[in-house]
């Protein structure tokens, strides 16, 4: 008997691999598993996405309106950041209304690079840019601003929609994302 056991534990050590079947199953099985995971992944990516978006646009607003508070309730990007006086083109109110968020200010609205007697405010928000639209997929446009200076909304929406990752109304203080998904309700 134990000649017969010995044969038996030769032809198993000697049997290699898996054979077709098992190959097979192993295969439908992970491809069964993928089905299930993938889809989820998705939907995680795109809830995280408008968590961050949420995020994003509560902090600069909130920067918004207390930039509104300490400069007698003007809006940042409505005066120029070199000499206070009233933005008159969307190119030089979006300089203004980055640099008036990210610098150190003074009551008329004037920038700094440091903090001085007069420039005491801000900067409202720190690392020199604002937080990036995660819509938009060019980086350099997901940090930029559109900015509309009409006092009208349709007319501002309509100048304001483009491919920047923000967009701003500085006669009234609305902020908004600005990409072609329907993230223009937050």
């Given at each position: 008997?134990?000649?017969?056991?010995?044969?038996?534990?030769?032809?198993?050590?000697?049997?290699?691999?898996?054979?077709?079947?098992?190959?097979?199953?192993?295969?439908?099985?992970?491809?069964?598993?993928?089905?299930?995971?993938?889809?989820?992944?998705?939907?995680?990516?795109?809830?995280?996405?408008?968590?961050?978006?949420?995020?994003?646009?509560?902090?600069?607003?909130?920067?918004?309106?207390?930039?509104?508070?300490?400069?007698?309730?003007?809006?940042?990007?409505?005066?120029?950041?070199?000499?206070?006086?009233?933005?008159?083109?969307?190119?030089?109110?979006?300089?203004?209304?980055?640099?008036?968020?990210?610098?150190?200010?003074?009551?008329?609205?004037?920038?700094?690079?440091?903090?001085?007697?007069?420039?005491?405010?801000?900067?409202?928000?720190?690392?020199?840019?604002?937080?990036?639209?995660?819509?938009?997929?060019?980086?350099?446009?997901?940090?930029?601003?559109?900015?509309?200076?009409?006092?009208?909304?349709?007319?501002?929406?309509?100048?304001?929609?483009?491919?920047?990752?923000?967009?701003?109304?500085?006669?009234?203080?609305?902020?908004?994302a600005n990409d072609a998904?329907?993230?223009?309700?937050?």
């Amino acid at each position: 008997m134990n000649a017969t056991c010995q044969k038996r534990i030769r032809t198993v050590k000697s049997r290699d691999g898996f054979t077709l079947i098992e190959m097979l199953i192993v295969i439908i099985i992970l491809g069964i598993l993928a089905m299930v995971i993938i889809p989820q992944v998705t939907v995680s990516t795109e809830d995280a996405k408008v968590s961050t978006l949420k995020t994003n646009l509560t902090g600069i607003r909130s920067a918004i309106e207390l930039y509104y508070a300490q400069h007698n309730m003007t809006y940042p990007g409505t005066v120029l950041e070199t000499d206070g006086v009233t933005a008159t083109t969307a190119l030089t109110a979006e300089q203004a209304f980055t640099k008036q968020l990210t610098q150190f200010t003074d009551a008329k609205g004037i920038v700094s690079g440091t903090k001085t007697a007069t420039a005491i405010y801000g900067p409202y928000i720190k690392g020199g840019a604002l937080a990036g639209n995660p819509f938009v997929t060019d980086p350099a446009l997901a940090i930029q601003v559109a900015i509309a200076l009409t006092t009208d909304v349709t007319t501002a929406r309509a100048v304001i929609v483009g491919g920047k990752g923000w967009a701003y109304w500085p006669p009234v203080g609305i902020f908004f994302a600005n990409d072609a998904a329907a993230h223009l309700s937050y």
